[in-house]
Each structure stands twice: as C-alpha cells, then as structure tokens.
C-alpha cells in the first residue's frame, strides 16, 4: 500500500511565522504535489516537483515555496504566514512515467490555522 | 483552464438507497478518477478511468468514463452509513510536459439509518 505521512495534523502559528510543512512518501514516487483545502474552492494545486529539485507552479503558489532535496520528501514553505493562510494541506505522490501516473495518492492532511 | 462540475454539491439519502452523482466538463480528459473524502482525513482513490466509454466497478461503487471523455459519473448501491463523506471527481491534463489533475469541488454524502 501506498503509504503518504505528513509532519503534522494540527498546526497553530503565528502572523508572520514560518512554516514547513513536510511531506514523505515511501513508494519511490516520482511526482509529488502539494495542495490546499478551502470549504467551497475544493482543492488547489499550489506546487509541484517532479524530480528531485524541480519544482512547478501551481495555480496558487503566491506566498509558498518548496523544496525536494530528496525524492521521498517534499517540503511546503510559508515564508511569512497569513491569517488567509489558514487552511487544510494536502500533499499527494504519484508515478511519473511508470505503473499508473495519473493516480495521486494523498497523506491525511494538515490542517494550519493562522492566528 | 480546465473546469470540472460536479453534481449534485450534497446529497441525503436512507440506508440502503442508490446513490448516483456526476462531473461535466468543456474540456476532454484522458483519465478520470473519483476520491472519497472523510472528515477531516484526506482523499483516498476510489476508482480510475482511463479509456472512453470504459465501466468500472469496485465493490457496491461503480464508475463510468464518458464517450465524449467529458462526463463521468460515480454510482454506489445500497448505501450503508460508512458511505457518509465527500465525493470527488479529477480529470487528468497534460500541462507544459507534466500531468495534473483537475478536481471538481465535492458531493457531500449523508446516509441516514
């Protein structure tokens, strides 16, 4: 079984703060994204990286970065985080080229609020 | 871009009832796939498509890719409570060399007793 975990469930912080949301999936895959949750908007591709150090733009990538130093793990950045950064995070990996590369595998989420 | 609408946004239904919901699209997809969402956990792939026309099932769930490739639509018989949670549709497409996913925004399912 595919198998994706994120750092945290519940996350608190602070206007300003930075935060790194971290990301691991144990199924070699190539691609991996990271999306954000919104009641109404569904989910929203903020980046992507399919490769280690590479990385796209998403639809929403003002006020995020990332990083993917090593192929499992990706890495969510928020600079200077905003209170309308609060949100659910998702991250998701799947295959690149190989077995089925169109079905994304998602981690449980966390969920971020911005005080 | 690509925009997907899905149908109905929420759904009430007895135990045991059939289910039916869909996603329409403007734009062709070559892979359609439905994710069940539960509280507060995320997504967890259902069911993929990957050819027109193709029917697939999964248990009490049963999914078809449209002819047209843009329309699909989820089925669930005989609707147990464990059913209750939101209901996801994503088409596949190909973006500057990379692919993505479009996600349509959720059918929300309540199963009474």
């Known amino acids: 079984d595919v198998k994706v975990t994120q750092s945290s469930r519940y996350l608190v912080k602070r206007t300003g703060e930075k935060v790194f949301l971290e990301c691991v999936q144990d199924?070699?895959?190539?691609?991996m994204f990271w999306y954000r949750q919104d009641p109404g908007l569904g989910l929203r591709l903020i980046y992507f990286?399919?490769?280690?150090?590479?990385?796209e733009k998403g639809d929403i990538p003002e006020g995020y970065s990332v990083s993917r130093e090593k192929k499992e793990r990706f890495s969510l950045i928020l600079e200077s985080a905003s209170t309308n950064q609060t949100s659910m995070y998702l991250c998701?990996?799947?295959?690149?080229?190989?077995?089925?590369?169109?079905?994304?595998?998602f981690g449980p989420g966390t969920r971020l609020t911005v005080t | 871009g690509q925009q997907l609408n899905q149908s109905p946004q929420s759904m009430f239904i007895q135990e045991g009832e059939d289910v039916s919901m869909n996603c329409t699209s403007s734009?062709?997809?070559?892979?359609w796939l439905w994710y069940k969402q539960d509280p507060g956990e995320g997504p967890v792939l259902l069911i993929a498509?990957?050819?027109?026309?193709e029917l697939t099932s999964n248990g009490r769930l049963t999914a078809q890719f449209g002819i047209t490739r843009k329309d699909s639509f989820l089925n669930i018989s005989a609707s147990i409570p464990s059913d209750v949670g939101i209901y996801f549709c994503?088409?596949?497409?190909?973006?500057?060399?990379?692919?993505?996913?479009?996600f349509g925004k959720g059918t929300k399912l309540t199963v009474n007793p």
């Open positions: 734009s062709i997809f070559n892979t």
């Open positions: 994503a088409g596949q497409v190909s973006q500057g060399g990379s692919e993505k996913l479009v």
């Open positions: 990286s399919y490769d280690v150090k590479m990385k």
């Open positions: 498509l990957y050819k027109a026309g």
């Open positions: 199924m070699d895959h190539e691609n």
């Open positions: 998701a990996s799947s295959w690149r080229l190989a077995g089925t590369p169109y079905e994304q595998y």
